[in-house]
DNA sequence: CGTTTGGTTGACCAAGTTCAATCAGAGTGG
DNA sequence: CCACTCTGATTGAACTTGGTCAACCAAACG
């Protein structure tokens, strides 16, 4: 099994366990794969796009630009990650995707998703789920912009993309490896990158994180879960397991 | 047919001509509907939250509260909108749901509404769609929020509302009956009150909307459509039609 | 090496917030 | 019918957060 499909599977492990069967059906989808270089885009007429991309290894995300050139980045997705879903139902251009590392990916034709979901119900599920998911995200992004101040959403996006990390089995509580750039922060937070650099500086001045050479090393969680307003149960893991990751 | 039923109908036969069983099907679900009081909320711990709210008639939204008190509207619920249906996939903590008006709502099962997919899956795929067009409203916040001035995002929330309006046969193209306080567009645009004052203070003064009174009424709308970069595209509404509703 | 990309810093500026009043209309009790 | 109250709208003045402009730096890469 590749780390790829690995990544899927940890992932759906946290809704239900899959059988033998389910398991084979899931690395079938997967098997149609391509590996894509790192910051290159794939805009709404590309023919990648009329189908569903999941993500089996490296960091992209997807984003809409607005006519005066100003990006905003949606969400930043991870290697478990479905992009596209929601253009199986709506007809109208759906987001654009970016590569932020070389990225492999699969890519599944909506009539081939649907039809796993008749015969598989449970990975049809397992599906809506994580586009639910998805949606809380986006969600909370939107909190994040409209309530935070500067420093919790940054605080806010690095503890989420950690809890995120640690749900594919990577990373771990006092840290990770981080692809992104103070710009990609900055588009994903309704920032500038010079305004990110400052509440990085202020962040590591205050010993609550460091972000350097593509790494965030966590030095006082809890602290920085506080002035994120941080409570990660709007990543779907119930209050319990959000308690045995943070210990409170 | 009561004018709820008929939001609801007239949304769906946007996406596809439901038949007479489907219809009936779609009456069934409505009936076990309910009246709700003006300016009430629906917490998460609610027993009506259980379950998934269909908005028939009146308005209302979707909300998340920071632990500070601050409260993010993520979207205003028009009839015909779903609330909750998220909460069928995630066990996490959904939103809050509040009114703005009465409202008569019907409040349906998970498992009802699952059940009918099963046995009508053209009922299930507008359920999918009509969640899909609220998770793209929400993007689009997300980025009115991360990349939009106040007065963009004022303007665009307006144009938005008119949009899905005519979309359940209610306002028309100059203007329709808009309940909301500028508190609750502030809560949404993630302003603050006082703000929203002075931004619809210029709006009004440039000649390009006057929202008074419950009222919004458009004085020039495709200037409007300029400061907001407004396209309706992501209203799924193909650009066709966007085309005939706004004649460009 | 030179060039490019991303990070860092400072001085200044502007959009939007905060604080503090005032005002208008709707409902309520006397 | 009239005070009283409550909610939402409106405005001004001072202030803050984050943006803009303009450098400069450091690592990576051809």
Redesign the pocket.
């Known amino acids: 099994m590749t780390i790829g499909e690995g990544a899927l599977l940890t992932k759906i492990s946290r809704h239900f366990s899959p059988s033998a069967s389910e398991i084979a059906e899931i690395k079938k989808l997967l098997g149609n794969h391509h590996e894509y270089a790192a910051?290159i885009e794939l805009l709404e007429d590309s023919e990648v796009l009329k189908a569903v991309l999941i993500l089996n290894s490296g960091w992209g995300y997807s984003f809409r630009d607005l006519p005066n050139g100003l990006r905003q980045i949606i969400d930043f997705m991870i290697p478990g990650d479905f992009f596209g879903l929601r253009g199986i139902f709506l007809n109208g251009p759906s987001l654009g995707f970016a590569s932020i590392t070389a990225v492999d990916a699969a890519a599944v034709s909506p009539h081939s998703l649907l039809a796993v979901s008749r015969q598989w119900p449970r990975l049809g599920g397992a599906i809506l789920w994580s586009a639910s998911l998805q949606g809380s995200i986006a969600e909370e992004r939107l909190v994040a912009l409209g309530r935070?101040?500067?420093?919790?959403?940054v605080a806010h996006l690095l503890l989420e993309l950690s809890v995120r990390l640690e749900f594919i089995g990577q990373g771990s509580s006092s840290g990770f490896f981080c692809p992104?750039?103070?710009?990609d922060l900055?588009n994903a937070l309704?920032?500038?990158?010079?305004?990110?650099?400052?509440?990085?500086?202020r962040l590591r001045q205050l010993g609550l994180v460091v972000f350097?050479?593509s790494e965030v090393e966590f030095l006082d969680r809890s602290g920085l879960m506080d002035i994120a307003h941080f409570d990660a149960a709007y990543l779907g893991l119930g209050r319990e397991a959000s308690r045995k990751i943070f210990g409170r």
Do not use: E, F, W
């Open positions: 910051r935070r101040s500067a420093a919790g959403r992104l750039t103070q710009h900055a309704g920032l500038t990158s010079i305004h990110v650099n400052r509440v990085l500086r350097r050479n």
